[in-house]
């Protein structure tokens, strides 16, 4: 990769590691697995950066690359336990903050309803979100709004309401 390319790739990694961070933590929770899936998602995005072709922002690349990064980790521990291993699975203190609420009902979704919920609170467009899918926008926006009244109503649940 020449200097000019490499120069770029990092800057635009700087500008949007936290998308990389987020996608990790929605889906993984063991530390150890987290710092190697950052290690594979910069290692898969150096490699793929170069035919990057740039028909879509690269923050939309960088988080559909993550997602199938992240993907692919969670189906290989699923062939080595004996039990899947997903959100639902792991024992978690019951958060007391509105935004700890949240993130801790988005976690409990699964794998599909959590990326859409977490991609459409980013502010992504849904025409962004179906193209990350690969599915058709107007499925796209009836999932949204299903996925948004489960939210609202484990929420409300939860605060008793």
């Given at each position: 990769m020449s200097d000019t390319l490499q120069n770029a790739f990092m800057k635009e990694i700087q500008e949007n590691e936290a998308i990389i961070h987020k996608v990790i933590g929605l889906y993984v929770d063991v530390e150890e697995d987290k710092r190697d899936l950052y290690q594979e998602v910069l290692l898969q995005a150096w490699k793929s950066y170069p035919n990057f072709k740039r028909a879509?922002?690269?923050s939309t690349w960088l988080y559909k690359l993550?997602?199938?990064?992240v993907f692919s980790f969670t189906?290989?521990?699923?062939?080595?336990t004996t039990q899947e291993i997903t959100a639902k699975n792991i024992p978690m203190v019951m958060p007391t903050k509105d935004y700890e609420i949240l993130y801790?009902?988005?976690k409990k979704l699964n794998k599909?309803?959590?990326?859409?919920?977490?991609?459409h609170l980013d502010g992504y467009k849904n025409t962004e979100i179906a193209e990350i899918?690969?599915?058709?926008?107007?499925?796209?926006n009836v999932k949204i709004h299903r996925i948004k009244g489960n939210v609202i109503s484990s929420f409300k649940k939860?605060?008793?309401e």
């Open positions: 879509s922002k690269f993550s997602l199938n990064t189906k290989k521990v699923r062939k080595n801790w009902i988005i599909v309803d959590r990326m859409i919920m977490s991609l899918l690969g599915i058709d926008s107007n499925h796209l939860i605060h008793n």
